[in-house]
């Protein structure tokens, strides 16, 4: 069964020093590496953003994007299903 979090806003971006919810939300898929995709809808996609999103969990996640604003993807539930 697969297990979707969804988180909107905090911890990363609101507190870079604090990764207290980061984490939670990490250890609630129980798995070693959880897949974990940002949709940086926010700040219009920017790539600062989402270079920020990518040091905070590169390590300890498989990360990927969502850009709407310039979206190059065109099927939105083959990228959040895998």
Known sequence: ????????GGGFSMEPRNPRLDDYILRL???HRPKVCFV???SGDSFKYI???ERAFAARSETSHLALFRRKITDLKALLLA
């Open 1 to 8: 069964m697969r297990q979707i979090v969804v988180l909107g």
């Open 29 to 31: 898929a129980k798995k």
């Open 40 to 42: 940086p809808t926010a």
């Open 51 to 53: 270079k920020r999103f």
